[in-house]
């Protein structure tokens, strides 16, 4: 597969996360170990039935379960220190922290084998920042000492995706069916979670059932094969600096269905984004 291809395969996978808030809405009011447990059985079965398609079920036999500890780790930590963070801290600030993730990528990038950090890559980088900042934290308070423990987990969970994506990279040989046992763990982890920590409550009507479902169905399930397929095959650093999309398409979903207001913020944002995705591809291009 070529990287362009391998790479536009794992833009999807932002796309999807950009309609992440917005089933989440939906879903209100799951809890988050639940929502997890719930979302990551759709995106199990979708792997299954992608990989019994394929003709390739046995492949799973062969991967190491080092690989699979560490797709476990990635997704189920992830999103742990997510859930965790936003009960901690404001969600704007705990989100704007936690958002690092796509600069964390193209920085750390720089380090695997074969690639190489130009200097278009990191005012891409910066560039998207800013406008994500301008998105995720417009006319908030702003960050308080109080509200520290939760912003030091936002960050690790900053931390903890972008390695997760960049060593991802290093496992080139591990097939993406192998994402399906990632899913399985989290899920079953999210469900002893569950039940060790929260109140069950389940969605409402059968809208709430169908946000559950198409979150399963898209940014917590189809998006981490794709994703799986682009950061191993494709210009990860491209893919970090474009990441900067997903907060930018996620507020404008929010502002069609009117759950979100237009503002100067995010006509600034977008050009910020915009241009910074527009840099760090002539960079890998060039």
Same mark, same amino acid.
């Given at each position: 597969?070529? +990287? ?50 394929? &003709? ?14 560490? &797709?476990?780790?990635?997704?189920? !930590? ?46 891409? !980088? ?23 423990? !939760? ?15 960049? %060593? ?36 409402? &009507? ?14 917590? &399930? ?49 050009? %910020?984004?915009?241009?910074?995705? +527009? ?8």
């Amino acid at each position: 597969m070529a +990287a362009r291809t391998a790479t536009l395969i794992g833009f999807t996978a932002i796309l999807l996360w950009s309609l992440l808030a917005l089933f989440t809405v939906g879903t209100a009011p799951v809890p988050p170990f639940l929502l997890n447990a719930l979302s990551f059985s759709i995106a199990t079965l979708i792997g299954f039935g992608w990989t019994l398609w394929k &003709g390739k079920l046995t492949v799973l036999r062969h991967v190491s379960w080092r690989v699979y500890l560490f &797709g476990t780790i990635g997704l189920m !930590g992830y999103h742990a220190l997510y859930f965790s963070a936003l009960r901690l801290a404001p969600a704007a600030e705990a989100g704007l922290i936690a958002y690092l993730w796509p600069l964390l990528i193209v920085l750390m990038s720089g380090l695997l084998p074969g690639e190489r950090l130009k200097a278009g890559h990191m005012l891409g !980088g910066f560039l998207g920042f800013a406008g994500a900042a301008l998105i995720i934290s417009g006319g908030g308070a702003g960050f308080q000492a109080g509200f520290l423990p !939760g912003y030091l987990i936002a960050l690790t969970a900053a931390f903890t995706w972008a390695g997760y994506s960049v %060593l991802s990279r290093l496992l080139g040989n591990a097939p993406t069916e192998a994402v399906t046992i990632y899913c399985l763990a989290t899920a079953v982890l999210s469900g002893l979670a569950h039940v060790a920590f929260e109140t069950t409550v389940w969605p409402i &009507g059968a809208f709430g059932w169908a946000s559950v479902a198409a979150l399963g169905l898209g940014p917590v &399930g189809l998006a981490f094969y794709v994703w799986d397929v682009g950061v191993k095959r494709g210009d990860i650093q491209l893919l970090g600096v474009l990441s900067y999309a997903a907060p930018l398409l996620s507020t404008l979903a929010l502002v069609v269905v009117g759950i979100a207001t237009a503002s100067w913020a995010l006509g600034l944002a977008a050009m %910020l984004i915009t241009g910074g995705a +527009a840099i760090a591809a002539r960079a890998s291009l060039g």
